[in-house]
């Protein structure tokens, strides 16, 4: 019986099972043991887990020790073969590997490098979610130095972090999305800031409690206004109810919530307007109550939405722009001429534009405010620049922001060309599509100054497509400006010097501009005030063949590098399809570019 007995014990010992994760093993003389978390930061107090191969632990006289700045505040013994330790470590203590003591009645033990000291460490808030589940988790840092834009954070598998915030060197908020198929347990959570790596082991739990939502409609087509209801289980849905939809893990903003009404706290209904430009393909949708939610994998499919050109938009570009090279004083030049075909978003993307562009507040709260905002690019207020004709001055220059994540309008195809016609030539443009984005634009690939006929009206005519653009001639779709022009003194190149104390006079042959068309000049850099923002001084001279800077205005600037710009422009009237009620304008332009060093 006693032999039996003691196969039973062996069994059970050989077929202990070792812990999921995979911590360094520790050899001793007769056995291994394992110390689990490997890792702990300077000022923490953290529990911790011995394992042995062998049965060594009794409930009684059992001590460990982690040398200097590590208190073990106690030593709990589970069973022979396991004991938890809860140990606090000093905030001064000494970085780097330590070994580890262990006094049982089974003996002394030495476990090589059990626990490693690291300056960093980090703690959750919450530290587990239900599968199904969309969550905002706080990270609060122990000596990090995280830094938006560089850190982020990893939860495992079968949890996707689709956003980090980082408010502070020690602290940040991850939004959390626990997958349907994630598998309950544990799992390592980790902060990536550059390329240090701190890993908290064991720090997050998926539950084994699931909560879940269906969404229907199953379709949807771009352009449609429709409604929507979502049944949940388990969730908590209420007034600050939101929902957020994404594709392939990137939030999307091309299907719009027009409203939500919350029935109970497991059914809401409302009405969503879809973008005509809608990236077609599933759905994942987030339903976030507060700062948790529930989320929806393949939830809904956006397909194909129906043809109306009713509102098709022309863009349409052919200018000129040369730059002189610095050390050699040689023009080179670039010719652009090119065709899209375009439906305006609808909705209107962003839904919520920049308010008022003088009030000094950020309206629609995108971090940009007035000029600086992309909304108020063609407000008059945010214009600047000098008006006609032989004025001079210096303004700021608005660097515009605040841009949406916008879907991309859908383009449409015209025929295999396109061609714009005057009395001058023909200028052929070749169809084209973008393998990426499957944008549809002509262009014309050799185009060169040759193909530009100045003073003409072209008119656009397209070849037709009989699933998109018909064949139709559009008259005086593009101009050309009235003549060339060149530049003569100075030569804004050759590291050309000016002393802003004095006047800088310019010349150039006369590109017959007014009364039809502007020419106009400006020499940008930084300005002296406010300090560092980038400006220019501008003018907007007759077209006489010379002009002046003087001493007022170029002092305003800021002594270094500073780049001269000349242009002739002109702007043609709008026009647009007989079958679309919009129309556009389109512009032309020939630039000349050069350097000139203030000081």
């Not at 003591?101 to 960093?120: P, W």
């Not at 050759?494 to 150039?508: I, Q, S």
């Not at 020419?519 to 063949?545: H, M």
Request: hydrophobic letters at 35%; glycine letters at 10%.
């Amino acid at each position: 019986m006693r032999v039996l007995v003691a196969l039973l014990t062996l069994l059970v010992v050989a077929c202990t099972p070792s812990p999921d994760a995979e911590p360094s093993v520790l050899g001793t003389q007769d056995q291994s043991l394992t110390f689990w978390p490997p890792e702990a930061g300077r000022g923490v107090t953290i529990d911790a887990k011995i394992t042995s191969t062998n049965s060594i632990f009794e409930f009684v006289d059992n001590s460990l020790d982690l040398g200097g700045g590590v208190t073990v505040n106690s030593l709990t013994v589970l069973d022979g073969w396991s004991a938890v330790v809860n140990l606090s470590v000093d905030p001064a203590a000494t970085l780097g590997g330590r070994d580890g003591y262990l006094e049982t009645r089974g003996g002394s033990f030495t476990m090589s490098d059990a626990l490693t000291i690291i300056d960093d460490t980090f703690v959750l808030a919450p530290s587990r979610a239900k599968i199904g589940e969309h969550l905002q988790v706080e990270l609060i840092g122990t000596n990090t130095k995280w830094t938006s834009g560089k850190t982020w954070a990893g939860f495992g598998d079968g949890v996707e972090v689709t956003a980090v915030d980082v408010l502070s060197e020690t602290y940040m908020i991850a939004d959390v999305t626990v997958e349907p198929d994630a598998v309950p347990g544990l799992r390592d959570v980790y902060v990536e800031n550059g390329n240090d790596l701190s890993t908290q082991y064991d720090a997050f739990q998926v539950d084994r409690v699931g909560i879940s939502a269906v969404f229907d409609p199953p379709e949807v087509k771009q352009g449609q206004a429709l409604t929507f209801s979502i049944v949940g289980k388990d969730t908590h849905f209420g007034k600050d109810t939101a929902i957020r939809f994404f594709q392939y893990g990137d939030e999307k903003q091309d299907i719009v919530i027009d409203s939500i009404t919350v029935l109970d706290s497991e059914n809401l209904s409302g009405r969503m307007t879809v973008s005509n430009a809608a990236l077609l393909g599933t759905r994942d949708i987030i339903v976030t109550t507060g700062t948790e939610g529930v989320f929806m994998e393949d939830a809904t499919t956006v397909i194909d939405g129906d043809l109306d050109l009713s509102n098709v938009v022309i863009s349409r570009w052919f200018y000129v722009a040369r730059g002189i090279d610095n050390a050699s004083g040689d023009i080179y030049e670039s010719v652009r001429v090119g065709v899209i075909f375009y439906l305006p978003l609808d909705p209107a993307c962003p839904p919520d534009p920049e308010a008022v562009c003088t009030d000094g507040v950020d309206n629609d709260e995108d971090d940009y405010t007035d000029c600086y905002d992309s909304d108020c690019s063609s407000d008059p207020s945010c214009a600047g620049g000098p008006m006609p004709y032989d004025a001079n001055g210096v303004w700021r220059t608005y660097t515009t922001g605040g841009s949406a994540d916008c879907p991309d309008p859908e383009t449409l195809s015209a025929g295999d060309r396109v061609w714009l016609e005057s009395d001058c030539n023909i200028v052929t443009l070749q169809k084209n599509v973008d393998g990426s984005s499957g944008m549809i634009y002509y262009t014309k690939d050799d185009v060169s100054l040759s193909d530009y006929c100045f003073d003409q009206m072209y008119a656009l005519h397209t070849e037709g497509d009989p699933n998109g653009i018909p064949e139709e001639i559009v008259e005086d779709a593009q101009p050309t400006v009235p003549a060339d022009f060149e530049m003569l003194e100075p030569g804004w190149y050759g590291n050309f010097t000016h002393n802003r104390a004095e006047d800088l006079v310019y010349t150039w042959t006369p590109a017959e501009t007014y009364p039809d068309a502007i020419f106009g000049t400006q020499i940008s850099g930084q300005l002296v005030s406010p300090e560092g923002a980038q400006g220019y001084a501008g003018s907007l001279p007759w077209d006489d063949g010379e002009h002046t800077y003087t001493p007022g205005e170029l002092s305003q600037l800021k002594d270094g590098n500073a780049s001269f710009t000349a242009f002739s422009y002109i702007e043609g009237p709008p026009v647009g399809f007989t079958f679309s009620t919009i129309q556009t304008k389109s512009d032309s332009v020939v630039q000349v570019s050069g350097t000139v060093i203030l000081e």
